[in-house]
C-alpha cells in the first residue's frame, strides 16, 4: 500500500480529501481595469456572471453559489443548477453548505487569539500541550502546524482511513486515533524544512485549544467567532446533519465507474472505491449524508456564502485579532504544492487582478473558495456542490471562467477579451 499513498499523493490529498486546495494565482488571465463607476458595466458584469454559473452548472458543477460584495451597494447574489438537480433540492444563495477546510482559518484565528493573551506561544513545542500523542512532537512548533511545515504526514492518504472519507465505512474517529495513523511525510522531511499540507496539523491544534481552555472546540467556536459576529447559520458538524429545518445545498460526486475515468491519468483508485449514497441521473451519486464530523478542526464548519464572508471581512479588516497577530497570520511560507504562499491558516493568492486572502475547502460533494481584498473590505464566495465533477475538461473549464470572473468582479475588474 505504501507505493499506492505514494502515487496518490496529490490527487487524493488534492480532491478526495477535504482541502482541495485550488489556487488561483495561474487561473486568473488577462484582467485589465474596468470602468467600475458606471452602473452599465456593474449591470454587465453581474449579468455574465450569471451566465457563466449557469454554464457552469450545466457543463458539470452541477451547481453553484456565487457571491461577491464589493464593498458597496447590495451584494451580488446568484444561485445556478442544473436542470435535474431541481428534484432533489432548489438552491438558494442562503443555503447552509459544508465549508471544509476553510474551517482552518477559524482555527488559526483562536490560536492567535490565545497566542495574544498570553496563553500560548507560536514557539510553543506540541510536545508541552499534547504529550505523546503527535510524533516528533518536541521538534515541531504550534506555528509549523499552522503553516504546515511539520512535517507531518496526512491521515486523509491511509488505507485505514480511506473507506470513511468516501462514506462506504460509518466510523466516529476522535482526533487522537487520527493523529496516531498519520505517517511521515514521505520522503521524510524535518520539522520546519519545508512546506506540505496535512489536515494532521490542524487536528492537534484544536487540541491544543481544548486543553489550553477546558472549553471544546464547537463552543470555542461558537463564543468567539461566530456567536460575536452574528453566524447564526455557522457551525461546528457532529454528524451529516445540516441543522433542523435549515436548507441546504444537495452535493454530488461521480459515480463509481465514472471516478476511475476521471481519476485513470493521475491514479488507479482500489478496486471498488467509489462514494456512498443514493444514484443520481448520469451517472452521479448524491454525497450529502455522509458524515463530515471527522473532519473536525481541520474542515468540520457547516456556513453559508454570506456567513462565512463576513467571518473573512471581519478577520482581515482587524476586528478579530489585534494587529501583530494579523501581522503573523499573513506571513507566508512558499506552498509550491498549491502554485501560492500559506501563513498562519491563511492563503495568499497573486492574481493578474491583484493580491485575494482566504482559503478552499473540498469535502465530497462540496468544494468552495472564499476570498476577500487585503483590507476586507470586498469578499467573494464560489460554492459548487461537486468536487471531481468539476475535474473533466469541460467542466474544469467552465468553472475556472466562473472563478476568474468572480474574483475580478470583486477587485472592481473585468476580464479582457
Given at each position: 500500500m505504501s507505493s499506492y499513498r505514494a502515487s496518490s499523493r496529490r490527487i487524493l490529498r488534492g480532491a478526495l480529501t477535504l482541502t482541495l486546495v485550488t489556487s488561483i494565482s495561474g487561473l486568473l488571465v488577462g484582467c485589465s481595469q474596468a470602468d467600475s463607476g458606471t452602473t452599465t458595466v456593474a449591470a454587465s458584469a453581474d449579468g455574465r456572471l450569471?451566465?457563466?454559473?449557469?454554464?457552469a452548472a450545466d457543463t458539470g458543477s452541477l451547481g453553484v453559489i456565487v457571491r461577491v460584495d464589493r464593498g458597496r451597494g447590495r451584494p451580488v447574489e446568484i444561485a445556478r443548477q442544473t436542470a435535474?438537480?431541481?428534484?432533489?433540492?432548489?438552491?438558494?444563495?442562503?443555503?447552509?453548505f459544508r465549508m471544509a477546510s476553510n474551517t482552518k482559518t477559524v482555527v488559526a484565528t483562536l490560536i492567535l487569539q490565545l497566542v495574544a493573551e498570553g496563553e500560548v506561544d507560536l514557539a510553543d513545542p506540541v510536545e508541552q500541550w499534547l504529550p505523546g500523542l503527535v510524533e516528533g512532537g518536541r521538534d515541531i512548533t504550534?506555528?509549523?502546524l499552522l503553516n504546515h511545515t511539520s512535517g507531518l504526514g496526512d491521515y486523509l492518504l491511509t488505507p485505514e482511513f480511506l473507506p470513511t472519507l468516501t462514506g462506504q465505512e460509518r466510523r466516529t474517529w476522535r482526533p487522537e486515533e487520527l493523529l496516531a495513523i498519520t505517517p511521515p511525510q514521505d520522503p521524510p522531511t524535518a520539522p520546519g524544512e519545508k512546506y506540505s499540507y496535512s489536515n494532521a496539523n490542524y487536528?492537534?491544534?484544536g487540541l491544543i485549544l481544548e486543553k489550553v481552555t477546558g472549553k471544546s472546540l464547537a463552543r470555542l467556536i461558537e463564543q468567539r467567532i461566530t456567536g460575536p459576529?452574528?453566524?447564526?447559520?455557522?457551525f461546528l458538524a457532529a454528524n451529516a446533519d445540516f441543522g433542523s429545518g435549515k436548507k441546504h445545498a444537495t452535493g454530488y460526486e461521480p459515480g463509481s465507474e465514472r471516478l476511475r475515468r476521471i481519476l485513470a491519468p493521475t491514479v488507479e483508485l482500489p478496486e471498488g472505491t467509489g462514494f456512498a449514497g443514493p444514484g443520481r441521473p448520469h451517472d452521479n451519486v448524491d454525497t450529502s449524508d455522509i458524515d463530515p464530523?471527522?473532519?473536525?478542526?481541520?474542515?468540520?464548519?457547516?456556513?453559508?456564502?454570506?456567513?462565512?464572508?463576513?467571518?473573512?471581512?471581519?478577520?482581515?479588516?482587524?476586528k478579530l485579532l489585534p494587529k501583530a497577530q494579523l501581522e503573523q497570520m499573513r506571513t507566508m511560507v512558499t506552498a509550491p504544492e498549491e502554485r501560492g504562499a500559506y501563513g498562519l491558516g491563511l492563503m495568499k493568492v497573486d492574481t493578474p487582478c491583484g493580491t485575494v486572502w482566504g482559503h478552499t475547502g473540498g469535502q465530497p460533494g462540496y468544494s468552495s473558495e472564499v476570498y476577500t481584498d487585503g483590507s476586507g473590505r470586498?469578499?467573494?464566495?464560489?460554492?459548487t456542490i461537486t468536487n471531481f465533477g468539476d475535474k473533466e475538461a469541460k467542466a474544469a473549464t467552465a468553472n475556472k471562467a466562473l472563478v476568474d470572473t468572480a474574483v475580478c468582479t470583486m477587485l472592481g475588474k473585468h476580464l479582457s477579451d
Open positions: 450569471a451566465e457563466l454559473a449557469q454554464t435535474w438537480t431541481e428534484a432533489d433540492h432548489r438552491l438558494a444563495v442562503n443555503d447552509r504550534v506555528k509549523m487536528a492537534a491544534l459576529l452574528g453566524m447564526n447559520d455557522s464530523s471527522w473532519a473536525w478542526a481541520a474542515g468540520g464548519m457547516v456556513s453559508t456564502a454570506r456567513d462565512w464572508q463576513r467571518f473573512q471581512t471581519a478577520l482581515m479588516s482587524g470586498r469578499s467573494v464566495a464560489v460554492l
